[in-house]
């Protein structure tokens, strides 16, 4: 009872803790609509601070109390503290990218050391253990995650809906190919740290996350992610079709603005999901439109891939390419707005 007992705490923590840090950001960390912004009127930011607070904590209270491996609590509270940092400061003032992406890679490290390195991955045809290119990947593809959700980070309640779908499908996932509470937990309260702070940033939203919770969160998924994948529970394959919607748009988007000269540092509105809230003139419906893309199409790919890791490598192929057509039949990356086909 110890364990569920941690997870409403974490929940309620963050729910009451978002509460307290909108009391503080009205004052000093209101977020004012500019051109490139998806809202229209001034909207306190920063909640995610207490969403990391409460997750970490939790982490920490389920490790002391045996209910959760020590190594996940040290490598998320402490790489997440790095990030969060530096988002909080990024929150209040500009810092620099170069500075804050020495700090994202610190706190990606910190998860790497703790939790290891990818052991061999399997493509179908065969594993292939790939060393220490392997590892030089991971952190680089760690640092990656841990942006996407601040670059994805753009309308009401998506980020929050992506980590609660994802942390949910994992813990579902673990209780059913690891057997049992203990490995479930930490995307457990993980998922329950999210609902709170989703409580208060579902459409319209009360307060944004962020980069203080957009960057803990990336990180936090990341390494829950390679613990789960290091204990042999899930695959990699498992992980990328569960990111599927942020991964595939954020991919796509970088690589076209990129083509056609554009510079990834430039603050932009042309996310598929950016474009399709537009066109559709609210954002409720993009976000519920994650949601059922997560739950309805990517969870069964999944499920397949968990249960069975041989055929995993070509279940994130099967399930990833039609979001590939669609955010590109979107314009993610491209200028002008969506136009739908008559």
């Not at 994202?104 to 050391?113: D, I, L, N, Y």
């Not at 999210?194 to 990341?222: E, H």
């Not at 510079?263 to 996310?271: G, I, P, Q, Y």
């Amino acid at each position: 009872m110890i364990a569920p007992l941690i997870a409403v705490l974490v929940g309620i923590g963050s729910w009451v803790g978002v509460g307290l840090v909108r009391r503080y950001a009205l004052r000093r960390l209101l977020d004012v609509p500019g051109e490139r912004s998806s809202h229209a009127s001034p909207t306190p930011r920063g909640g995610g601070l207490a969403l990391t607070v409460a997750h970490a904590l939790g982490l920490v209270a389920a490790a002391l109390l045996d209910c959760s491996p020590a190594s996940i609590a040290i490598a998320v509270a402490g790489g997440g503290s790095v990030v969060a940092a530096v988002g909080f400061m990024d929150d209040h003032g500009h810092v620099p990218a170069w500075q804050r992406l020495i700090c994202h890679f610190v706190g990606c490290a910190w998860v790497v050391w703790w939790l290891g390195t990818l052991p061999p991955v399997n493509f179908g045809a065969g594993s292939v253990d790939l060393g220490v290119a392997g590892t030089l990947l991971l952190l680089v593809g760690l640092v990656w995650f841990l942006n996407l959700f601040n670059f994805m980070d753009g309308i009401d309640g998506i980020a929050a809906v992506q980590a609660l779908s994802m942390s949910l499908s994992a813990a579902i996932l673990l209780w059913l190919t690891a057997g049992g509470l203990a490995p479930a937990l930490p995307p457990i309260l993980l998922a329950a740290a999210t609902l709170g702070f989703l409580a208060w940033n579902w459409p319209p939203a009360k307060i944004f996350m962020g980069d203080v919770g957009s960057g803990y969160l990336g990180l936090a998924l990341g390494a829950t992610a390679l613990w789960t994948v290091t204990e042999g529970w899930l695959t990699v394959w498992v992980w990328l079709v569960l990111a599927g919607v942020f991964l595939v748009d954020a991919t796509v988007t970088l690589v076209t603005r990129m083509m056609a000269g554009a510079s990834f540092s430039v603050a932009h509105r042309s996310h598929a999901y950016q474009r399709l809230s537009r066109h559709w003139g609210n954002p409720r419906s993009v976000t519920l439109a994650v949601a059922v893309v997560n739950i309805a199409w990517l969870g069964p790919w999944a499920l397949v891939a968990a249960f069975w890791p041989g055929i995993g490598s070509a279940c994130s192929v099967l399930a990833l390419t039609p979001l590939v057509f669609a955010v590109m039949r979107i314009g993610a990356g491209r200028p002008g707005e969506f136009q739908r086909a008559s």
